[in-house]
């Protein structure tokens, strides 16, 4: 075999073994990043999970509290509308940016505000104070808030996980020439105030 053609051989099988190198780090990344951005959609159904077991859990107090006479009413209005406000903003996981995520914390932040001030109120009835079913959903929603938190922080693990990845150099060129269409995710930030510890207790 002449010298000029193995020097070929060995440059086309150079040429090769990059070219497929590169495929499979394309197919790599590419299937990183789906598989990352369903771990953000999963994270995220559980953050819906736990605000919408704090709404069902709202509701009860709710009612609860409106079997009291004379029980202020602006009050209990405020936190219905609020309720209804919050659990009206539906955001498809595969949209999450940062504008539709600040809508949906407003909302919420709005009925944790509403439901503090309920909290406030209810120290003058001690009706309600000794009520057994008002204390076990008192407890439960405090058992709410945690499993909120906790939900919020693995969403937010996630997403850090997904924008990290997709935002390289390298690996946004690799998505880009697989054709994957993927967007970085919003996720959620410490309110205004909330370094501020809260004086409501429930």
């Known amino acids: 075999m002449k010298k000029s053609t193995r020097n070929l051989i060995i440059i ?9 190198l590169s495929v499979l780090y394309v197919v790599k990344t590419y299937d990183r990043a789906v598989a990352y951005e369903e771990q953000v ?12 077991r704090r709404a069902d859990l709202i509701q009860n107090l709710v009612n609860t509290v409106k ?6 009413q602006e ?3 405020q ?32 009925l ?20 057994q079913n008002f204390l076990e959903l008192q407890a439960q929603l405090e058992g709410t808030e945690n499993r909120i938190n906790v939900a919020r922080i693995k969403y937010n693990e996630s ?32 309110e205004q105030g909330s370094e501020i510890a809260p004086t409501v207790e429930f």
């Open 79 to 110: 936190v219905i509308e609020a309720r209804a406000k919050a659990t009206s903003i539906n955001i498809d996981p595969a949209k999450i940016n940062t504008e539709s995520l600040q809508a949906f914390q407003q909302s919420q932040g709005a």
């Open 159 to 190: 997403v850090k996980t997904y924008n990290s990845h997709i935002r390289g150099l390298v690996k946004r060129w690799a998505l880009n020439i697989a054709g994957g269409e993927f967007e970085i995710k919003g996720s959620f930030t410490a």
């Open 75 to 77: 009050t209990l209005v």
């Open 112 to 131: 944790s505000s509403a439901l503090s001030r309920l909290m406030v109120v209810v120290e003058r009835y001690p009706e309600l104070k000794a009520n």
């Open 67 to 72: 079997g009291v006479r004379d029980f202020e």
């Open 41 to 52: 959609k999963a994270e995220w159904g559980n953050v819906q999970s736990a605000y919408q």
């Open 12 to 20: 086309l099988a150079v040429i090769a073994f990059i070219i497929l």
